[in-house]
């Protein structure tokens, strides 16, 4: 296993929209131990391929309570199921430091591939189904600033571009 490096907002290439896996086989299992080392390694919950410059539509989440096993989904795909709208604060890996709050769907079902390449279902509420649809937006080259105003959004890549000039002169 590896750590990876994580892709920071505003990189473009959090920008790219990612392929579909056509074959679960070890390498996207590598893929999938990496990307775990390297959440777990950054204090997240939810980790997309593209955060670590892979274009697959890959996603790993854990949000380390004992309702939710650590999930692993290969190409996800979901759908809405309600109408109810969850507002919750989000933070993101690759937008490190930024808290705001998002509002999405609150319950929805996903379909994806396991770790050996088998279709599964799962319908997820609450925190889950906000952290599938986050990861999933990833996957599109979407981040969750997106779905902020423009200003707020500029305000944030200002202060995000600052700190790493700040960073780079240490
Ligand atoms: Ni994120």
């Known amino acids: 296993?590896?750590?990876?490096?994580?892709?920071?907002f505003p990189d473009l290439r959090l920008r790219k929209v990612a392929k579909p896996v056509a074959d679960?086989?070890?390498t996207?299992?590598?893929l999938i131990d990496d990307m775990f080392e390297t959440m777990y390694e950054a204090q997240g919950i939810g980790l997309a391929a593209t955060q670590i410059d892979v274009h697959l539509r890959v996603v790993v989440i854990d949000l380390q309570n004992e309702i939710n096993e650590p999930l692993i989904m290969i190409n996800p795909e979901f759908e809405v199921l309600t109408q109810e709208?969850?507002?919750m604060q989000e933070g993101c890996l690759s937008v490190p430091g930024i808290y705001e709050v998002?509002?999405?769907?609150?319950?929805?079902?996903v379909r994806?591939?396991?770790?050996?390449g088998n279709t599964?279902?799962?319908?997820?509420?609450?925190?889950?189904?906000?952290?599938?649809?986050h990861e999933c937006d990833h996957l599109n080259g979407k981040l969750f600033v997106d779905h902020l105003s423009n200003l707020k959004r500029?305000?944030?890549r200002s202060k995000l571009t600052k700190q790493k000039r700040a960073e780079a002169a240490i």
Do not use: T, W
Not at 112 to 116: F, G, K, S
Not at 122 to 129: D, I, M, T
């Open 112 to 116: 994806a591939l396991n770790r050996v």
């Open 28 to 30: 996207i299992r590598r």
């Open 24 to 26: 679960v086989d070890d």
């Open 102 to 109: 998002v509002k999405r769907p609150e319950h929805i079902r």
């Open 1 to 8: 296993m590896a750590l990876r490096q994580i892709l920071e």
């Open 85 to 87: 709208i969850d507002e």
């Open 120 to 133: 599964f279902e799962l319908e997820a509420y609450g925190l889950l189904a906000v952290c599938i649809q």
């Open 154 to 156: 500029s305000r944030i």
